[in-house]
């Protein structure tokens, strides 16, 4: 089982330093919380199935997904990919991807955050609080995010760090949920918009949303303690 502790301090400890990898972890962790242990679960084979030949069947057997999480019954896991995890989220929702992060991560040595951590996750904390009731977290943040000193970061990495939160629950929606407590198939989520290129939940995000006080406590309340 995945230490929650250390993976919001590696999570915490990657603001000041730029160690993006540090920052995965707590991504998968956060879908990990209402992810359904299950066996897979096919999608209804075609009519015409039954007529195909043996090596046919096997083709689309193979690539018939799973109806509960969308991976496919005999999904690769690469050992060897070592970069799959400098991005500083999730860029996918494969299951190889998730065992790559939680694997990784628990070979990482527990690294605690210190003040400037702190700080820096307390201000990206407030930047949101102070977004417009209908602005949207893309429009209402990027903008700010440059003037919190010691916090190096560009707008990929930021969209998913901020996409982290709203898995973790702490950035959601009355109707779009995150994975805390409510399983949502991040693979075909709805999207705000048909190309929008943020994802679910904090795609519908807007500032009348707010925090997600009890999220937050769950996830970082030995640093960070609010009133819910």
Wanted: with cysteine.
């Amino acid at each position: 089982m995945a230490d929650k502790d250390k993976y919001t301090n590696l999570f915490l400890s990657s603001l000041s330093t730029h160690c993006l990898e540090w920052r995965c972890g707590l991504s998968v962790l956060a879908v990990m919380q209402s992810f359904p242990f299950h066996h897979f679960q096919s999608h209804p084979l075609p009519p015409n199935f039954i007529y195909l030949s043996e090596e046919d069947k096997n083709f689309v057997i193979k690539r018939t997904p799973c109806i509960i999480c969308s991976n496919y019954k005999e999904e690769f896991v690469d050992s060897n990919n070592q970069n799959s995890n400098d991005f500083g989220g999730l860029i996918d929702y494969n299951l190889s991807t998730f065992y790559q992060y939680l694997k990784k991560t628990n070979t990482m040595e527990n690294v605690l955050p210190n003040e400037d951590d702190i700080n820096i996750f307390l201000q990206i904390l407030r930047y949101i609080q102070e977004i417009d009731y209908n602005e949207t977290i893309k429009r209402g943040i990027t903008s700010l995010i440059s003037k919190i000193k010691g916090f190096e970061t560009n707008l990929f990495e930021l969209q998913l760090l901020l996409e982290t939160l709203g898995y973790c629950s702490i950035l959601e929606t009355k109707e779009h949920k995150g994975l805390l407590h409510q399983y949502t198939n991040l693979s075909i989520a709805p999207r705000k918009r048909h190309n929008s290129d943020w994802h679910y939940p904090v795609d519908f995000w807007t500032g009348k949303d707010g925090i997600n006080k009890k999220a937050l406590n769950y996830w970082f309340g030995r640093y960070i303690s609010v009133p819910e």
